[in-house]
Structure formats: C-alpha cells, structure tokens
T-cell receptor
Framework: EDQVTQSPEALRLQEGESSSLNCSYT??????LFWYRQDPGKGPEFLFT???AGEEKEKERLKATLTKKESFLHITAPKPEDSATYLC??????????????FGTGTRLTVIP | KAGVTQTPRYLIKTRGQQVTLSCSPI?????VSWYQQTPGQGLQFLFE???????NKGNFPGRFSGRQFSNSRSEMNVSTLELGDSALYLC?????????????FGSGTRLTVV
C-alpha cells in the first residue's frame, strides 16, 4: 500500500534560518513525487514534480531533491511569506486511484520575522 | 484565466442529511478529481471524472458519489451525513487527468456536520 510520511509535523524558523522538510515514501511504481504549498483557507498550490532519483528542482528559495525512498524540500534563507503548510504527494502506477495523488499530512512551516 | 471554482465555500448540515458540492474546472480542462482533507488524515482521494465518466475511485463508502456534466463541471454528493464527514472538500482540475503537474486545486468547500 502507498505510504507518504512527512516530518516534522511543524517547524518554526527565524527569518533567514535555512532548513529542510522530509518526505519518506513507499509506492508501487512511482510515477512522480509532487510538492505543494497550502495557505490557510486555500487549496494546495503546485510547486514541483520529481520523477527519478537524483533529480533536483529549484524555485526561488526552495529546492526539492529526490532519492529512491525520500524527498527533501530545502528552504534557504526563508522569509515570513514562506509560512504555509507544505504537502508531499506521490503518483502510483497501480492500485486504488492509480494516476491520482497520495498525500502526506504535511509540514506546517512558520517563519518568524 | 479563471481558476477552479468551488461552491459553496462553507456549509453546515445536520447528521442524516445529504449535501451536494459543486466544482467548475478551468476552461478546457476535462478531468476533475475530488479530495477530502481532514487534520488527521490529510488529503484523501475520493474519485476522478474524465469526460463525464468516473475513471478512478478511492476507498470511500458508497454514500459518496459524484458526476460530471458535458461542460466538465462536476458535483459530488454525500448522503446520510455523519459527524466524521466534516472536512474540507477540494476539487482539482487538469486537462488530461494525469495528476500532479497541471493539477489546479480550488479553494474548497468547508463542510461541518452537526
């Protein structure tokens, strides 16, 4: 059965203090690992898709990396506007809801000015 | 371009009632997927519709159903509401329904069952 575990559940950082969020996954036939950002009262907003181990993608202060068992979302010199819940999801080739997304429960990030 | 529109934004219902939620996808998108989001379980896949046909279904009881119209707008229905159905219901649209990239979410409908 597909599993996605995100850690930590919550993270408080000082502005400028870099850190990483973790997403560990177990999936049959990975067809993509996705990172989303969700602000309170809004739907998730797409950030990155990673397809194979060793792949990296960057966007502003965010960098996502992928290994065979986990993904990291590195946040460099975060700003208060980076405060949000970050969600990791995987797409599997098989099983219930194949080709749709299986989400972790997210990491709630707070960046303090 | 207009995003994914979900209506209503908030809903309060009583146990045993039924409810219908609506989702209007981005123009040109043919796939609509529905997710339930709760604090403990996170986002869980309900079902996906593509060109008016249910293409995938998650592990939810038969009380949860949906449909899609010829203009790609989708509705989901929950019958015989239970307290545990209180959640944020999100829909996401995409052109091909492949999930992930190209998946645009609406802001959701917050359902409270009392």
């Amino acid at each position: 059965e597909d599993q996605v575990t995100q850690s930590p559940e919550a993270l408080r950082l000082q502005e400028g203090e870099s850190s990483s969020l973790n997403c560990s996954y177990t999936v049959s036939g990975l067809r993509g690992l996705f990172w989303y950002r969700q602000d309170p009262g809004k739907g998730p907003e797409f950030l990155f898709t990673l397809y194979s181990a060793g792949e990296e993608k960057e966007k502003e202060r965010l960098k996502a990396t992928l290994t065979k068992k986990e993904s990291f979302l590195h946040i460099t010199a975060p700003k208060p506007e980076d405060s949000a819940t970050y969600l990791c999801a995987v797409r599997s080739a098989v099983g219930t809801g194949a080709n749709n997304l299986f989400f972790g429960t997210g990491t709630r990030l707070t960046v303090i000015p | 371009k207009a995003g994914v529109t979900q209506t209503p934004r908030y809903l309060i219902k009583t146990r045993g009632q039924q409810v219908t939620l609506s989702c209007s996808p981005i123009s040109g998108h043919r796939s609509v997927s529905w997710y339930q989001q709760t604090p403990g379980q996170g986002l869980q896949f309900l079902f996906e519709y593509f060109s008016e046909t249910q293409r995938n279904k998650g592990n939810f009881p038969g009380r949860f159903s949906g449909r899609q119209f010829s203009n790609s707008r989708s509705e989901m229905n929950v019958s015989t509401l239970e307290l545990g159905d209180s959640a944020l219901y999100l829909c996401a649209s995409s052109y091909a329904g492949t999930g992930g990239e190209g998946y645009t979410f609406g802001s959701g409908t917050r359902l409270t069952v009392v």
